[in-house]
């Protein structure tokens, strides 16, 4: 089936430093990408909808300016966390719409932990 | 997205017996619906999709029930294993390339 990697998996940053995790979809083309949230014990939250060639959409309340998001090709999107605090610590996971169809598939997700 | 983020429900279930796990969906025009299966430390894995013109679907081992006159989905898994052990969320969109909006999920303990 389908795949979509992120990178890095786990990742440890100093406190207002900037951190860029990738969502790779591996063998199909994906026009949009959804990047979300995940704290412990808790559900996915949305963060955005980044689509291919144009700005991304943010959820309520998501700063665009602190979180960064490109989608330059339709195989890439990048999440950057910038200025990180402790309270970015959290997980985070893209998921990727195959272009054509309507089926989302899920990355494994990248572990954040700012210290 | 519609999701609030609260402490997970529990789900304890003797492994062998069968296990349901409820939902409560939000949006009445959403018509397609998955379940997924999350492992700790992992990402979302696909267990079963039901869209809205159906009222039940059967995979092997799990069975998907759609009630779309309350908004409730539920799962089903039969022969419940330790293998089953896991959070399950449920999840919600329209016509299927909208953002998936995730319930809060249930956490599912399977004793031996």
């Known amino acids: 089936g389908a795949v979509v990697s992120q990178h890095p998996s786990r990742v440890i940053c100093k406190s207002g430093t900037s951190v860029k995790i990738e969502c790779r979809s591996l063998?199909?083309?994906?026009?949009?990408m959804f990047w979300y949230r995940q704290f412990p014990k808790q559900s996915l939250m949305l963060m955005a909808t980044s689509n291919e060639g144009s700005k991304a959409t943010y959820e309520q309340g998501v700063e665009k300016d602190k979180f960064l998001i490109n989608h330059a090709s339709l195989t890439l999107s990048t999440l950057t966390v910038t200025s990180a605090h402790p309270e970015d610590s959290s997980f985070y996971i893209c998921?990727?719409?195959?272009?054509?169809?309507?089926?989302?598939?899920f990355g494994e997700g990248s572990w954040l932990t700012v210290v | 997205g519609e999701s609030v983020g609260l402490h997970l429900p529990t789900l304890s279930v003797q492994e062998g017996d069968n296990s349901i796990i409820n939902c409560a969906y939000s949006?009445?025009?959403?018509?397609?619906f998955i379940w997924y299966k999350q492992e700790s430390g992992k990402g979302p894995q696909f267990i079963i999709d039901?869209?809205?013109?159906?009222d039940k679907r059967q995979g092997q081992r799990v069975t998907v029930l759609l009630n779309k006159t309350v908004k409730h989905l539920s799962l089903q898994i039969a022969a419940t294993q330790p293998g089953d052990s896991a959070v399950y969320f449920c999840a919600e969109n329209y016509s299927g390339n909208t953002p998936l909006v995730f319930g809060k999920g249930t956490r599912l303990s399977v004793i031996a």
């Open positions: 998921s990727a719409l195959q272009g054509g169809g309507n089926t989302i598939y």
């Open positions: 949006n009445s025009a959403s018509d397609y």
């Open positions: 039901i869209r809205s013109n159906m």
């Open positions: 063998d199909f083309q994906a026009t949009t």
